[in-house]
């Protein structure tokens, strides 16, 4: 129903044509998910290097709970150095609990998203300190930034979770993670993810969202509605923070993506083989945390390992290392059972040519990977720094297309158009037959941002290029928002929260 | 060694610093290009229709001296209405001898191709009237064009054949095949692309391929070293210059790739399936009559299949319907056998975001279908009515990345850096390591067009987008641009050819 008003709000509601269906973007399936850029061998012998070099040198964790979680479930741990050391046939037992497909659940549940198996989730970009639009240009992320992005993040069909696409800079930080997921709830009914910074800010973004779900609290931790990605400290670390962002989503039975930040010649060895064992390493270290709090919780495998410039140090996205990278992810998380994350990302400054080049080339090692979720898919510049409005559109028009495009060739005798081909002289075109007018309003997938006028209307209307008009465009969407309904007990009591947690300071994030 | 000078060039002779290795760019190979978005039933089904439609419809072939090959090939011909029917054991027959795999010759033997298998090329743009560049506009193509086009080609390493990029409209149409495959000849050293417009020029050409290549009228003969590409009058109709470059190349034992023109909506059925069926039947025909005229002749499946935007019946490119199509084609291509040929084009007017997005779908659809060769990989614009500088060197610059994105990771004991691992302790940085030390200034594809600079030093350097760089870049390149070398006696013989061909008035092409 919400897909349908959504259509209509786009086309006007008068019915004068018939619309497309839309819904294999809001469920989207990948079937060219199986890539090989290891042979079985290869992958076999990097997961067994992983698990001995767990059990050999181990993690260093730095969290004395997690510390006791491991040893209570059988690991080596050396409480004078912080390092934990895991037996291989114990993470493999761990390692087993996991489950490989499950459901988030979003307060619509027409938003509900399907991990693992062959779904794919878009999410858009998330974390940059700074926003940028051309009308605003590159500025310090704002709350009025994080609720345009969350605004555009519900209407498009393609996206499928609110991301934290922009910090809210100007919200205190013992504030900013109220006052983003209450708007996150308010403004969209897709999953929302929150950051895990310490057990006080988790409590209450968890409450926030049991009480915007209108969740019993059993009925809360009884299955996942959100989520949150941690970042290991590579090589081989897990701090403070991280360790508790495990434990606390894993507690509650919600999703939590594990993902090492191996980026190759700094964190990570300079060799993809060995930037992707250390990911391997640190991933299943972390995944075991998550499967001694809670058996059964549901977790990802998150693939984030590229390159950096060797020059600068800077890293870089959208590289062909990158692409090579997600592919063979995808094998890692295939051999342990796991649902696979990885991303959509640029290092471009700028809403050009180059960030479209570097997204769709990571979006194409994304796929081929077999990725569950593909993080940072809509509005990610500048290697992560900024949020682009005029990127987010790009991205969305451009992700609406490979969704498309992933969709199997339907074959039957209609579809054949037996009857057209008998009917058209050689020579002829089928414009006017009766098999092309019953189907040619629906027939393709309309671009909302892309042009196809000729040269001669293009230059009439401005010459514009893609990004001009995506800067026209992302104004109409937001115009054009309708905020999703929510029961008026349940608004109450998410506001009467909110309201009572800023009174009280909210909670500070842990350093 | 072209291939060598063609680097220190590029970077300086001096060996100052070691050098990646490109040789994966001049010979590339797709591991990922099995991708089924038919069942395998589906492909019998469309295969068998295909012949059953060749039997009983057939295809109209407009050249006499082809309806008489078929006739004598045991199709069953009509003389008052040009329908040519091939039974479906004879189209089997005929299938039978194509070869699956070949080599294209260069007069470079370093740039000579392997056609096949899970080898994959690259050509540009080619066919466009017009040619655009930021600093000369968009204008009608000259010969100047066409030849600093294929300089930059021959610059490319992950570009493989000259193409056509552009008309030279400056040049009476009668010797214009004359001063282009001149230049192709003179100007690079990768296989040149013929347009098959009548006897007369083609047999002109196939003469300047053979004297700019040094070879004997039998050694010519022999083996391929050019090739056209021939598109069908869809639907079910060979006109008769097309019908004559398939005579003229098989007979030659040159290369031609069969290229139905079924774009959906307009020359083929609004439906895919039936656009596929459609362009398998064209196929098949043109092929058929390739192999009558000489058996084992070598040929290409070409799959253009895309959709037409049906407000205005223009084509349009890189369209989620292209890209499923592409898949499809591959299967269908590998169901006879024969080498694939599809494209990376755009419908953008111009060199942005979208026609880098349009342009990574279908090369993304041309992957995974398992293309051989991908035409228009570089430069295409405006729907193929213009051929840009710009994204040309956009094009080639994402080529680069994407091929290198293909290459497996390689697992051995020095990639999986386990020293490297041992030494760096938790939370610290490889970018000390000897392991690094070894390694970083050849680890990582470097771009040439794409910036790694973060905002303050780009801001400084003028903001400029990739396009506006890709503009100054093309003529860097162009002035960077050395002629490979041609014996004297070649080039001789070439030359006066050309002034012999020229003074008699060339040939004027068929229509």
């Not at 929150?194 to 968890?206: K, S």
């Not at 900024?386 to 990127?391: D, L, P, V």
Request: proline share 6%.
């Amino acid at each position: 129903m919400v897909e349908r008003a959504s259509r209509e709000r786009r086309r006007g509601s008068t019915g004068e044509r018939p619309q497309r269906d839309r819904s294999a973007l809001a469920h989207p399936r990948n079937p060219y998910g199986g890539a090989k850029a290891l042979s079985d061998d290869e992958v076999e012998h990097i997961h067994r290097t992983a698990l001995a070099q767990l059990e050999q040198q181990g993690v260093k964790v730095l969290l004395q709970e997690a510390r006791a979680l491991f040893a209570g479930a059988g690991a080596q741990v050396d409480e004078d150095t912080f390092m934990v050391r895991i037996g291989a046939d114990l993470a493999e037992t761990l390692l087993s609990t996991i489950p490989s497909e499950f459901v988030l659940h979003a307060r619509n549940p027409e938003h509900s998203l399907h991990i693992g198996g062959d779904s794919v989730v878009f999410f858009p970009v998330g974390g940059p300190p700074y926003a940028s639009s051309r009308e605003t240009g590159r500025h310090p992320g704002t709350l009025a930034d994080y609720r345009d992005f969350t605004r555009l993040t519900q209407r498009s069909d393609v996206l499928h979770a609110v991301m934290p696409t922009v910090e809210a800079q100007d919200v205190p930080l013992n504030l900013r993670h109220l006052h983003t997921i209450h708007t996150a709830l308010v403004d969209s009914d897709k999953p929302a993810t929150l950051f895990a910074r310490g057990h006080g800010p988790v409590a209450e973004q968890f409450e926030l969202v049991r009480l915007g779900h209108g969740l019993t609290h059993e009925e809360f931790l009884a299955r996942p509605h959100c989520w949150t990605n941690i970042n290991t400290n590579s090589p081989r670390q897990l701090d403070i923070p991280m360790s508790m962002g495990i434990i606390d989503f894993a507690r509650a039975g919600q999703m939590v993506i594990m993902t090492p930040f191996t980026l190759a010649g700094a964190m990570a060895p300079v060799t993809l083989a060995g930037a992707l064992l250390l990911q391997h390493l640190e991933a299943v270290a972390a995944l075991c945390l998550a499967q001694i709090v809670r058996p059964g919780a549901p977790v990802a495998y998150g693939a984030f390992t590229s390159n950096v410039e060797m020059r600068s140090g800077a890293p870089a996205f959208g590289t062909p290392e990158s692409m090579r990278a997600a592919i063979a992810s995808g094998q890692l998380a295939r051999r342990i059972g796991v649902p696979l994350r990885s991303q959509a990302s640029s290092t471009s400054p700028t809403a050009d040519a180059q960030g479209a080049y570097e997204t769709m080339t990571s979006l194409m090692g994304a796929l081929l990977g077999g990725t569950h979720i593909v993080m940072h898919s809509a509005g990610w510049q500048e290697g992560g720094l900024t949020a682009s409005f005029e990127k987010f559109v790009l991205d969305v028009e451009a992700l609406e297309i490979v969704v498309e495009g992933l969709r199997p060739v339907l074959v039957d005798d209609a579809e054949l158009a037996l009857d057209a081909l008998a009917e058209v002289a050689p020579g002829g075109h089928f414009f006017g037959t009766a098999h092309t007018m019953a189907r040619f309003e629906t027939a393709f997938h309309e671009p909302s941002l892309f042009t196809r006028q000729n040269i001669g209307q293009w230059t009439e209307e401005g010459s514009l290029d893609a990004t001009a008009r995506a800067s026209r465009l992302h104004q109409r969407w937001l115009d054009e928002y309708v905020q999703p309904p929510m029961p008026a007990d349940h608004r109450a009591a998410l506001d009467d929260y909110l309201a009572r947690r800023v009174a009280a300071g909210g909670s500070m994030p842990e350093s």
